[in-house]
């Protein structure tokens, strides 16, 4: 059985949901965000490890960055390359696993975005993820990881939501725990009319504690938790769980 992520039909499914017009206006202020909490000067090489269809790689090399954005669907990357190409931007996209993808003290910056992490079965797959990572810096280079937190999760937790896509069509996401809290699972189906698509997601949880030590055991030196890019604590007001490690 194929696991979900690497089901191509849900990337496809579930691409204008995710990706919507109001998350792609996000990219300019959130990449301004990322520069300042990873002190970075333009010039500098950035790996974008999950980076689907290319939404922070194009404004990073907007600019002046040297970028890699690396994703395992295939359909993304034509996005992204072609997004580049109008704009004649040299972004170099790698299709790979981000369990894979390892280019030894290649870069200044590396991120892992909205919540493109803990998607495999054993947290081991994790740990090999981030020291993947953090052999792709250089030494001193930073890594910014952006997820939903366990904390986070917890309070805001619903069994169901659902919304409405441009194109008429209906997303109901259902969710329940796992594990005391280790995982959760998400099944989303999209309707429009007669038509209706599932897909059930499995993702793992990371508390702040968590999440620092796994960054910790992998090598990096220095982590920071925020709970928000604009470098909030994270706390009871948490909107996300973004972790800083330097290597």
Known sequence: ?????????????????????????????EVDQMIALLGLQSGAGVLDLCSGIGRHSIE???RGFKVTGVDRTLPYLDQARASASKENLEIEFVRSDMREFSRPAAFEAALNFFTAFGY????????????????????????????????????????RDWGTREDGAIVLEERRVLDGWKR??????????SERRSSTLVVRLYSGVELE???????????????????????????????????
């Open 213 to 247: 030590s796994l960054l910790r055991e992998v090598g990096f030196r220095e982590v920071s938790l925020y709970g928000s890019l604009s470098a909030t604590p994270y706390d009871q007001n948490a909107q996300r769980l973004v972790a800083v490690a330097t290597k």
């Open 1 to 29: 059985m194929t696991d979900w992520y690497d089901d191509d039909s849900f990337w496809e499914t579930f691409q204008n949901y995710m990706f919507d017009p109001r998350r792609l206006g996000l990219a300019v202020a």
């Open 60 to 62: 990073f090399a907007r």
């Open 120 to 159: 495999f079965e054993n947290p081991a797959d994790d740990a090999r993820v981030a020291r993947n990572l953090f052999d792709s810096l250089k030494p001193g280079g930073r890594l910014i990881v952006d997820m939903n937190g366990k904390e986070i999760m917890a309070r805001k937790f619903r069994e």
């Open 184 to 193: 959760v699972e998400s099944r989303w189906t999209w309707i429009r009319g």
